[in-house]
């Protein structure tokens, strides 16, 4: 009993170790650096990987599994939440930025989903088809408006993390 606390309180202080002081340089300008290949994907998420895996206990679990029990999320979903979030400030003006520089309102009224729908603009080029306001436009407008709140930024925050978003992601 008493090794079974201890245990838990290591990998409780590992993980805030590794949230403290491995995450953020992870994640750092995720919205502006956001890898697309599957290699720079991977790179990435081996991190966390090879980091649950050396938890006392976890060994033996796959990586999802590893993740449920720790009840943490994947690099890359991590990313494509910090990439809603940032559209959500755009969009309602919590941030300096103009939303004319990034988005144009959806012309055509849609009687399904939210009302805040985004027009998706073109991008043939590579550096461009993947650039924050290109790749997030198609995932804001699937957001469903009965799970999503808009309200304010703390329950968007909350709501986003009750959607599901694994068919943007592969972890």
């Known amino acids: ?10 990998i409780t202080t590992l993980q805030r170790a590794f949230t403290v002081y491995i995450r953020p ?3 750092y300008n995720a919205v502006v650096w956001s890898p697309v290949l599957k290699c720079d994907i991977v790179s990435i998420e081996k991190v966390q990987r090879r980091f649950t895996k050396r938890l006392p206990g976890l060994q033996h679990y796959s990586y ?18 910090i990439d ?9 003006g919590i941030i300096d930025l103009r939303f004319d520089d990034f988005f144009t309102v959806n012309p055509s ?18 550096a461009r088809k993947h650039f924050f306001s290109i790749r997030i436009v198609t995932i804001w ?3 469903p408006l009965d ?11 909350k709501s986003i993390k009750h959607v599901d978003l694994s068919r943007y992601v592969m972890y």
Do not use: W
């Open 1 to 10: 009993m008493i090794f079974k606390c201890f245990i838990s309180r290591d």
């Open 64 to 81: 999802a599994d590893r993740l449920k029990r720790l009840n943490i999320m994947s690099l890359e979903l991590r990313r494509l939440h």
């Open 141 to 143: 407008n699937s957001l």
């Open 84 to 92: 809603l979030i940032m559209c959500y400030k755009i969009v309602f």
């Open 109 to 126: 009224f849609s009687t399904r989903g939210h009302p805040y729908k985004l027009f998706r603009r073109r991008g043939d080029v590579n």
């Open 147 to 157: 799970i999503v709140q808009f309200n304010s930024l703390s329950l968007f925050k």
């Open 25 to 27: 340089l992870l994640e």
